[in-house]
Structures are given as C-alpha cells and as structure tokens.
C-alpha cells in the first residue's frame, strides 16, 4: 500500500541553523500539509499547500519556514533559524482530491540544541 | 473557529474491559471527524472517520465511533481491549467543504492494566 515518506526521521541541530525537513507524499495525491506536534502536546496544523501555492497557513508558520514542492514528488519544510522552542515531531500528510483522509507520515524528530 | 476537547487525559482500563473515549467538538459548520492512534514512537494512523451517513462509524482494530450530531460528540468506543491498544488516541475535525486543515485535540493515553 503506498505512504507517505518523511526523512530523517531524526534530526539534531544548533540554534540558528537552517533546516530542510523533507516528504514524498502519495503519488496521485494534491493537497499537502505539514504539522507539529511538541511533545506531550497535541499536533497542530502548520500550513497546506496545493497547486504549487500555500492554501492556509496557522499563526506558528511565520516567515522563519517556507514549504516547497522542488520537483513531481518531494515537498519539504524549511526552517531558516531554527529555535529552541522549534524542537517537536514535524509530520507531512497528504490527500488525493474529492477526499478528506489525510494520510500521515512516520514523522521527523527535530531536536534543537 | 473549530475546536475539539478530549476531557480525559488519560483512561486506566483493564484488559478484556470495554472503554470509551470521549471526545466533543464545537464548529459553526458541517464537520468531519476523525479518530487517529499513534503507538510509542510511531506516527499517526487513522482509526476511523464520519463524513456522513450512518452515525455509527467502524473503524480498524475493533474500534468504533458514533457521531451525536445534537450533543456534538464523537466518542470512541471498543466493548474489549487487549494490551496492543497502548496508545495516545486523538479526536480531530475538518470543516466540510471549506478547508481541508485537520483540528486536532489534545489526546488521550489509553493504559491497559493487566
């Protein structure tokens, strides 16, 4: 069955440095979105993407990340200087069009030091 | 706005016992609803979902959910759990028709007792 795929699943840098988490979604599927989740906390939306452009972006996504779609099948979350308060498990999910499951990936730990 | 709380943080059940999560949510539109789990160190994996018709809703693993449109409830239940059912479960909403973001609630941690 096809997933959606997120690398690292772990990954540790230093505050202030920039970031690239990345994602291959479903390969039929259009809408696109990344969520974190701090831990012990629940997950929250951070923004969707279709049609090459963002749809909706939450208050977190401020103008520290960017998404991007590069090529037919990644789709990456960049964090230009990341904080501390920016350590959390970062989740991709995507849906193919007329449908509301989102399919959700592993996950990518970040860990900010 | 959407918003979902799951009240109980945490339910302590015995093996074999039933359970039930509960979950409401408040939206000024028609919603969706889902149900995800996500085991230690996993991700999340959808359990079941409403998007209409029949109000009670199947899902994997012997789970089910029933929508109550009147008391805005989503709660999820299962009549016999095993010790595989360790998990965070988390209620979630979308607006129908209008956005796809998913809301999600603060999750609930299932511990089964032995």
């Known amino acids: 069955e096809p997933e959606v795929t997120q690398t690292p699943s772990h990954q540790v840098t230093q505050m202030g440095q920039e970031v690239i988490l990345r994602c291959v979604p479903i390969s039929n599927h259009l809408y696109f979105y990344w969520y974190r989740q701090i831990l012990g906390q629940k997950v929250e939306f951070l923004v969707s993407f279709y049609n090459n452009e963002i749809s909706e972006k939450s208050e977190i996504f401020d103008d520290q990340f960017s998404v991007e779609r590069p090529d037919g099948s990644n789709f990456t979350l960049k964090i230009r200087s990341t904080k501390l308060e920016d350590s959390a498990m970062y989740f991709c999910a995507s849906n193919p069009p007329s449908s509301y499951e989102q399919y959700f990936g592993p996950g990518t730990r970040l860990t900010v030091t | ?114």
């Open chain 2, 1 to 114: 706005a959407q918003s979902v709380t799951q009240l109980d943080s945490q339910v302590p059940v015995f093996e074999e016992a039933p359970v039930e999560l509960r979950c409401n949510y408040s939206s000024s539109v028609s919603v969706y609803l889902f149900w995800y789990v996500q085991y230690p160190n996993q991700g999340l994996q959808l359990l079941l979902k409403y998007l209409s018709g029949s109000t009670l809703v199947k899902g994997i693993n012997g789970f089910e959910a029933e929508f109550n449109k009147s008391q805005t409830s989503f709660h999820l239940r299962k009549p016999s759990v095993h010790i595989s059912d360790t998990a965070e479960y988390f209620c979630a909403v979308s607006d129908k028709g209008r956005d796809d973001k998913i809301i999600f609630g603060k999750g609930t941690r299932l511990h089964i007792l032995p």
